[in-house]
């Protein structure tokens, strides 16, 4: 059984090398699901880190529909990790009524040129996700990595023994909530493959700082902060 690993870090990538995993997805921010890692990121990792590498194509966080310039980047990135040499991406474009946006997803793909390409999360958002397979599976995505759209993959197991026995050529790949208490369960499942951070929370500081830099506010998936241009103007027309 292929295991992945999802480093949002050089050294959980290091980390992930030493315990044996088979295969990393490299991101930056899995509090809100991973986003795209920096250049300096992907370099060093690339430069450090032996086993295949992944590497998450999602411009920011919230929805997985995108405007033309967010998906230029998205391009541009991939672009970036097949000059890196990088073993494949993780990506996906929806539709906002919760379909995959084809046409953008097999441009991704084509873009990889026989390069891995994962189908990330936004699996666990379509409205028809048996449908959906057999979309995917026609455009040559390699895997599908989904909870079986429920908060765990092991609360998902029914949808994903149902898609594990209708895919012709496409590996499901169960991912969140994965641990060792529960592993088994998709080995004996018949899964080829499973998805895990198996991260922990290494103390940084002695004492905690007096204002946070998170904010909860900013945690939306069906909305987007964007810089305002008439709270900016305002702004401007004060102080200048």
Not at 46 to 51: L, S, T, Y
Request: with cysteine; hydrophobic share 40%; aromatic share 6%.
């Amino acid at each position: 059984m292929l295991v992945e690993v999802c480093a949002n870090s050089l050294q959980s990538a290091i980390n992930a090398e030493l315990a044996g995993a088979d295969r990393i997805e490299l991101c930056s921010e899995l509090a809100v699901g991973g986003i795209t890692p920096s250049y300096g990121l992907l370099k060093l990792v690339r430069e450090k880190v032996n086993i295949p590498i992944n590497v998450l194509i999602r411009p920011r966080s919230g929805d997985f529909t995108y405007s033309d310039d967010e998906f230029q980047i998205m391009k541009s990135n991939v672009k970036l990790c097949k000059d890196l040499g990088f073993n494949g991406i993780v990506s996906g474009v929806l539709l906002d009524d919760f379909t995959i946006d084809l046409k953008r997803t097999e441009e991704l793909r084509n873009l990889t040129e026989g390069l891995n390409f994962t189908f990330h999360r936004a699996f666990d958002w379509l409205s028809v996700p048996e449908k959906s397979l057999g979309e995917l599976e026609s455009i040559g995505v390699d895997t599908i990595l989904t909870s079986g759209q429920a908060s765990s993959a092991t609360e998902g197991l029914s949808l994903l023994k149902s898609l594990l026995e209708k895919t012709e050529n496409c590996t499901i790949m169960p991912g969140g909530g994965v641990k060792p208490t529960n592993v088994t369960e998709f080995k004996t499942g018949g899964f080829k493959a499973v998805h895990l951070s198996g991260t922990q929370f290494i103390q940084t500081l002695n004492t905690s700082p007096k204002v946070s830099m998170n904010s909860l506010s900013f945690l939306k998936d069906d909305q987007l902060a964007v810089s305002n241009v008439d709270t900016i103007q305002k702004v401007v027309k004060a102080v200048k």
